[in-house]
């Protein structure tokens, strides 16, 4: 079995270090970005966090029958489960940051598929970088942000893939389902397209800018970079606890104060959005029950509206004891695809994810990673997050529908949550 042996990097929390403006202005150089707005990759409080990633040792890439392991121009067979494998090396020493594709619910959903006729980029399944505890720093966002001088990237006039009357006539499919008792809840998605971004770091740093988040992201591969805006933790352990906190609800923000504050109690008592929030609230303490113990799954924060940038949104919080012995692949195994961006039941609303939306999602509405050398790790849900790629730049959009949802609304949501990209056009 192959085993890697760097030097120790110490435990969770991850160092912070106070980088110079000189050591700031190499970021360009380098490959990959977190940012925390406040509570998510790096734990921390109100004060933004960028952790730097440069020069992985090693990456795995796994693509559905065979996982690679890529030292450079060298690459060998890894026989080992791909997130058995990820977990372990991380143990040895190294911080790992990568992504799991939606698309990989076809092995942690039995009899459930993403349909080989969809448009849209093939990514790999798995695909995880391996730092050097040397080729990782962490700094505070402004000294990143006062030290780069990066040329603005901004991006217009995508071409939709589903417009209005398309993506309504789709949720009046969904409400079928949902009459005939098939699901009570489906989350449906709609791409957007546009030519490939030529400085992808710095429309980035730029969509941050726009709407600073917890689990902000900017993952580089050969060949396309991953671009996220989320704000959703899907899962974090710290120790034997294992928390989630889904999104299910939006709303507008309004530049008038007195405004701002009624949307967000409208948000807090909407009947259908309390009710679409407590599905998935259900489907994650279902999901949790798999891998906790009995007894130790509980609902810690109910309904709380969260503000941003350019919307209102409803969070819930889940917390579990882990069982003894519930390892990484386990753990996904028994929550992936992530709830809030599926439906419930979950089984049934892949299905139907698959019947009606006409492009795959890849990256998107799957996880992006970050593994501590303890074992711990923080992985958010690949919402407002894009590909760029060489043949463009996609993004997706979508929100959850269920019953006594409004279809001109539910479009309307959509646009809102792209809001903050400036993608869409009228």
Known sequence: MLRLKPERI?????????VSRKEAMKLHKSKSLLIDSGGGWFDSDSSAIAGVFSDPALTLCFCGKETKLLYGSREEICLEDPLDFIERTAGEGYISLGYISYDYLSLTTPGVNTSDEKDGERFPLLLFHFYPKENFYTVPWEEISASLSLPSARVLKPLQNIGRREYIDKISSIKEHITAGDVYQV????????????????????FYRTQPVPFSAFVSFPGFEIISGSMELFLRKRGNTITTRPIKGTIRRDSNPLLDRELAEKLAKNPKERAENLMIVDLMRNDFGRICTYGSVKVTELFAIKPYSTLFQMESEIEGRLRPGVGFSRIINSTFPPGSVTGAPKREALRIIDSLEPHIRGPYCGAVCLFHPSGDFTISVAIRTGVNHLNGADFWFGGGIVWDSQADEEYEETELKAKALELLTS
């Open 10 to 18: 110490p435990h969770h929390p991850l160092r912070r270090a106070l």
């Open 187 to 206: 989350n449906l998605s709609r791409r957007v397209r546009f030519a490939a971004i030529e400085e992808p770091l710095s429309w980035f740093l730029d």
